[in-house]
């Protein structure tokens, strides 16, 4: 008999520790709901898409401003990419290029598949060289030339590569060059800057940025080639810079 009395209350205990813990368990999943449904001032995700130039005529003798246009090469790069960046299941938000022509008409072939956009220029992510450790790039520039680089550089990342300024996620193409791609890519990754020639960068490669909220960046991809076939592939440094385009002959 007095043990069937302290198993009565010792399963009136169970009973009453097990409903004490359904409540506080459904109160918490409640709240914690609550929370990732209302985080407070959420803000979306900024993807930025750098994207290089297409190739063009290296031995235009005019200044980048006015001459070294795209060649058919660099053309049918352009437009492979803009294909393949139409193609994707998001709503591109802005573009913005360098004020050289190379980058100028890159970005205009890819406008045409965003006509809803504005195209806008910046002079800041123009084609420099930045500070490197390599002696030989370095005895080739002046230190006016790398300072001004590095000046107009940092002020682009800066003023670019900041968050969604709402709740909404937006996808913008910045059309550059090589150069200021790699500068870009060793800020996000937090590294030496002096470093960014131990990359290489193709004619038309995309590079992708994810920022989040809270400043943070990562970087999804760098150089990406994969909407060009291997022999409309230039890259420089690798002998391919001056590779043409063959049409055929009607």
Same mark, same amino acid.
């Given at each position: 008999m007095r043990n069937s009395f302290k198993n009565f209350h010792f399963?009136?205990?169970? !009973?009453?520790?097990?409903?004490?813990?359904?409540?506080?368990? =459904?109160?918490?999943?409640?709240?914690?709901?609550?929370?990732?449904e209302n985080p407070p001032d959420k803000k979306g995700t900024?993807?930025?898409y750098l994207i290089r130039h297409g190739q063009y005529d290296h031995d235009d003798p005019r200044s980048s401003e006015v001459g070294k246009e795209l060649i058919p090469l660099?053309?049918?790069?352009?437009?492979?990419?803009?294909?393949?960046?139409?193609?994707?299941?998001?709503k591109m938000n802005s573009l913005l290029s360098s004020t050289l022509t190379r980058a100028r008409q890159t970005?205009?072939?890819?406008?045409?598949?965003f006509p809803e956009l504005d195209l806008q220029q910046s002079g800041l992510i123009r084609e420099c060289t930045p500070p490197t450790w390599r002696k030989d790039v370095m005895s080739e520039t002046s230190t006016e030339e790398l300072k001004e680089c590095t000046k107009n550089l940092d002020e682009a990342?800066?003023?670019?590569?900041v968050p969604s300024p709402d709740e909404n996620d937006r996808h913008d193409m910045? !059309?550059?060059?090589? =150069?200021? @791609?790699?500068?870009?890519?060793?800020?996000?990754?937090?590294?030496?800057?002096?470093?960014w020639l131990q990359m290489t960068t193709g004619n038309c490669g995309l590079t992708v940025v994810h920022i989040?909220?809270?400043?943070?960046?990562?970087? !999804?991809?760098?150089?990406?080639l994969g909407h060009l076939p291997?022999?409309?592939?230039? @890259?420089?440094?690798?002998?391919?810079?001056?590779?043409?385009?063959?049409?055929?002959?009607?």
């Open positions: 399963n009136r205990f169970l !009973v009453s520790a097990t409903i004490a813990i359904l409540i506080s368990f =459904n109160l918490f999943s409640s709240s914690l709901s609550c929370t990732i900024r993807t930025i660099g053309i049918a790069q352009t437009r492979l990419l803009a294909d393949r960046l139409k193609s994707m299941p998001v970005a205009m072939i890819i406008n045409e598949e990342f800066k003023k670019f590569f910045i !059309v550059c060059h090589g =150069n200021v @791609i790699r500068y870009f890519v060793t800020k996000i990754l937090k590294v030496d800057t002096q470093s989040r909220s809270d400043g943070s960046m990562q970087l !999804v991809s760098f150089n990406d291997p022999n409309l592939q230039t @890259i420089s440094g690798l002998g391919s810079s001056q590779k043409k385009l063959v049409l055929p002959e009607n």
